[in-house]
């Protein structure tokens, strides 16, 4: 088990980003939040400004529009009267006060990625020794 933790934390970073961009890119596609959102993801620099773009071009392709945006709002429904009081800040209001599971989500996806590379680095290797003809 311990050669093929690498691949455990690459599966999971696969997922996570999957569900980043579900996520992400359904809020990019809200007809309220998403406007919103995405002005100040453009504004500022932040792994939202890179989960939006990518999440509303792979929830499109995909065509989960619907389910996406509706997920997304299900997850925001807590935030969007702050957000909607004051657009200008709505990345520090987004990113202060995510919900859990979208915390875990948000920041677990670079370091997952980090983690993969860190263990496929340090993964054991077979050793290959030179036979004689």
Known sequence: ????????????????????LYLWGGLARSPILGPIVTQGAQREVSLAGVYLPLGRTAVEAAGLVTGATQFAQARFASLEPALLANPAAAMDTL???????????????PCLLLLFVILLWRRPRSLHVMQRR
């Open 95 to 109: 990113t202060s006060n995510l919900p859990f599971g979208v915390r875990m989500g948000y920041y677990g996806a």
């Open 1 to 20: 088990m311990k050669g093929k933790a690498h691949l455990i934390a690459g599966l999971l970073f696969v997922l996570t980003l999957l569900y980043d």
